[in-house]
């Protein structure tokens, strides 16, 4: 499991787990992130904003109530549950907007709306929101149960309270920078590895932003 920094796309922190490791494990996220935590200095921590970015593995209570203690903010993968495919269901037509591509420009195959209001959040920390997104599926391509209408659904759990949903859910789907930096820092190390070292241990990937800095997981 290792921790990024978006910004300069420094690893700050990492944990290396036997291959059995839950992905959802908030203890060792939560150690990953403290230790990428120790890496800035101490001077910029209490002036910056940090966003801790998480697939839907970051999506538990202990890490998010370990984010709203540390003045984290938050943008983790949410389950498509069952509520959250019946709020989607309720979303009128001319509610989805486009979503954004990283230069700003709409993108062709995209739209996005928030179901906040049409979720019950109570367990999350106060001021949580789920922003989704959907896709048409490119043909041929294998549909499942939770998709609807042809579409392909994503869904993202924050607390960030900017107005404009486009700007949030592009800045979530920005943390694969740090899927490519894991592959990136995967290559050379584990050329020369033992077959076991290179296939047990899960990467995992924190993003952090103040800008907001971003600290992704």
Known sequence: ?????DETGEAL????????????????????????????PVGQIEQIEILMRADSAGATHDLLDFCREGRLRYSVGYELSEPVRAAILQVPEQ????????????RPNGQICEITDLLN?????????????????????????????????????????EADIQVLERRHRQRARCEDHIATTRTPACATCPQRLRTQPRLADCAASRNPHGLAC
């Open 13 to 40: 922190a990492g944990l290396l787990r036997p291959g059995n490791a839950g992905s959802n494990t908030a203890a060792d996220q939560i150690a990953v992130i403290e230790d990428a935590l120790a890496q800035i």
């Open 1 to 5: 499991m290792l921790a990024y920094c």
């Open 95 to 106: 509610q989805w907007i486009a979503s954004l591509t990283s230069d700003g420009s709409e």
């Open 121 to 161: 959040l109570a367990g999350w920390p106060t001021g949580s929101r789920v922003i989704v997104r959907r896709e048409r599926a490119h043909p041929g391509a294998q549909l499942s149960f939770t998709d609807h209408d042809g579409h392909r659904f994503q869904a993202v759990l924050t607390d960030q309270a």
